[in-house]
């Protein structure tokens, strides 16, 4: 049976609801701001100092190549971080949530 | 003296390339993946009768498979060919191109993927109009959409007509027919799903093909990439190995970073793809699939280009193209022979082939279903009536290529990736974003949201170094930077903002909150 109107409301203005919603956007906000910082971070040193990353890491080796691929995989391993937590800990929520409106 | 100078100026090339010339490799390669991909359109047409199946291949396509078709949509031949042809002639630039390439699709992942697939079902205008009024909303976004389909598709038409001519020897003219005229005929016959099938098989042929190059240059180095980017130092100075002049004014490097990462996400072909998939966990995973296999790619180019540059050597390169294109073919002649260029050579061509597809299935697509039942035919849907148009509006959008690939013939395309990259990011991204997480938007705060960052992109382009100086030779350009992500982006999202504080919307603002269970929890999605 589809969920009628009231128990749509019901459940969008229910605390735990809320609380879920909240929640995802606070994980999505992290980690999207924690992405923008490193790639901004990234290009403003290229533009203002770009001596920084010509620093050698042993003989011939300077940063920006290690800094360059660890940007590539760090955005990878954040998906991963964002997948992770929400087949962990959203999804149950939201079947719960998905329950309850079924069960009323 | 003259002689001397004459020899000078002849192409010195030390490694014998067949470049150029028919090799029959890359054609039986090439017919082999024709034949193989037109038998799935076939496989595929038995299967698409319904919209749900011509768009979204019946919503069936598993996470894993959507996370390689959408790599494959994704890696362009200017991806392949461009990036490391960047690296080969100017070094370590090349990667804050694909690090911005790539940094656009966690940004898809934790704002957009599952409320996309939540409350979509064909296109991205179906988010954005979802709780706004239809009418405007699909005219304005389709407008956008179909810009942001335009300009790409013209710069891999063309690309395609240039490479196919360098590569086989073939007819510029003759390349452009045959890519519009197969590339329609997967669209029009098999839908989403063969579309989704080129995508696959074309990321796998062109991952394995890398990582083959990858090893074959590596052996040279006795697999130690210290002594590759020891020999690149060495021979080409060690400014090559860290960031140069590429970048030189901060806010230019903002604005191109802006727009290839936010870009990404207001690309119509790949939001399209987040509705082949049964449901949002299957997009949060396709995401995470395509992240590490782009990402996995642009590595490889990156060690493509080092080494096209040590083996091959800069000035082979630059002589046969100086933008450094055929970087990569060369060097996969120099590691593998006549054999694996052929092989390189046909997966460059599947590639096009495959991008192409997407492009235009997404164009057909917001011509059938946002314009014509939306606009035209006020939101009643007939099906057989809608999938007429889909797939006349197809064999349109599959002439229009050819046409335009041949009137664009021999022009710098560059500037039109750039162009759909900045469209995407300021019409399509900002409206789409603030639709799904900003109660108080409104219909009119989307349409002038929309319009301001189309026309500003357009605008600003022209008026940009890239056009005004490069392409018109005008001493200095009216506007300075040459990518205009930074402010025609700002722009759509301060006039969306302003427009919807002005004048609120309290249907959309109410409907915002109901909507809220199919967002967040899946219910009454399709």
């Known amino acids: 049976m589809p969920p009628t109107h009231t128990h749509a409301t019901a459940v969008i203005e229910s605390p735990e609801f809320k609380r879920l919603v909240k929640k995802r956007w606070s994980v999505s906000i992290i980690l999207t701001v924690t992405i923008l910082v490193i790639y901004i971070g990234f290009l403003l040193v290229v533009a203002f100092d770009k001596n920084l990353l010509a620093v050698k890491l042993g003989n011939f080796i300077p940063w920006a190549l290690p800094v360059g691929f660890a940007i590539i995989v760090a955005a990878w391993l954040l998906t991963g971080i964002y997948v992770y937590w929400a087949n962990n800990s959203y999804d149950p929520e939201v079947q719960a949530l998905k329950n309850k409106i079924n069960a009323n | ?526």
Not at chain 2, 75 to 80: E, L, P, T
Not at chain 2, 243 to 268: Q, V
Not at chain 2, 406 to 430: D, E, R, T, W
């Open chain 2, 1 to 526: 003296m003259l002689l001397f100078t004459l020899f000078l100026q002849a192409p010195a090339l030390p490694v014998a390339s067949t470049l150029g010339t028919a090799n029959p490799v890359s054609m039986v390669m090439f017919f082999l993946f024709v034949a193989i991909t037109m038998y799935i359109t076939y496989w595929a047409a038995k299967k698409t009768k319904t919209g749900s199946e011509f768009y979204a291949a019946g919503r069936n396509i598993s996470g894993f498979q959507n996370g390689l078709a959408l790599a494959g949509d994704y890696m362009s031949a200017a991806s392949f060919l461009g990036i490391a042809g960047m690296v080969a002639t100017k070094g370590y630039d090349g990667l804050i191109y694909s690090i911005g390439f790539l940094v656009g699709w966690p940004l898809i992942m934790f704002l957009i993927a599952e409320p996309l697939r939540n409350l979509g079902k064909y296109t991205f205008a179906d988010v954005v109009a979802y709780r706004l009024q239809q009418r405007p909303i699909r005219i304005v976004s389709s407008v956008g959409s179909l810009l942001t389909i335009a300009f790409y598709l013209i710069a891999q038409m063309v690309g395609a007509g240039g490479l196919i001519k360098t590569l086989f020897g073939l007819q510029y003219e003759l390349a452009v027919v045959v890519v519009g005229t197969v590339m329609t005929g997967y669209v029009l016959f098999g839908g989403m799903l063969a579309t989704t099938w080129v995508q696959i098989i074309k990321a796998v042929l062109l991952l394995s093909g890398a990582t083959v190059l990858v090893i074959l240059s590596l052996a040279t180095f006795n697999f130690s990439p210290a002594s590759l980017f020891q020999a690149v130092s060495e021979k080409y100075g060690e400014a090559m190995l860290s960031p140069g002049g590429f970048i030189t004014n901060p806010f230019d490097a903002l604005s191109l970073g802006l727009a290839l990462m936010l870009g990404t996400a207001g690309l119509p072909h790949i939001l399209m793809r987040f509705y082949t998939v049964p449901d949002a966990k299957a997009a949060r995973k396709s995401v995470f699939v395509a992240t590490g296999f782009i990402g996995y790619f642009y590595i490889l180019t990156f060690f493509i280009g080092f080494s096209a540059m040590v083996l091959v050597g800069k000035p082979v390169i630059e002589s046969i193209d100086k933008g450094g294109n055929m970087a990569a073919l060369l060097l996969a002649e120099q590691t593998g022979g006549t054999a694996f260029l052929g092989f390189i050579a046909a997966v460059a061509f599947a590639t096009i082939l495959a991008v192409v597809a997407g492009l235009t299935l997404s164009g057909a697509s917001s011509i059938s279903h946002d314009l014509y039942v939306h606009v035209f035919k006020k939101g009643v849907s007939h099906e057989q009536g809608e999938m007429k148009v889909a797939k006349r509006a197809t064999i349109a959008l599959g002439i229009l290529s050819i046409v335009l690939g041949l009137v664009f013939k021999g022009q710098n395309v560059a500037f039109m990736v750039g162009l759909a990259f900045s469209i995407a990011a300021s019409a399509n991204f900002p409206a789409l974003l603030m639709s799904i997480i900003w109660r108080r938007f409104t219909t009119q705060g989307a349409v002038w949201s929309i319009a301001t960052g189309a026309f500003l992109s357009i605008v600003l382009i022209i008026l940009s170094p890239t056009i005004w100086v490069d392409l018109l030779h005008y001493p200095e350009a009216i506007f300075p930077l040459k990518n205009p992500a930074l402010v025609s982006m700002s722009a759509a999202f301060l006039v969306g903002i302003l427009v919807s504080l002005l004048k609120p919307e309290i249907a959309a603002a109410e409907k915002f909150e109901s909507e809220k269970l199919r967002t967040y929890l899946g219910i009454g999605a399709e």
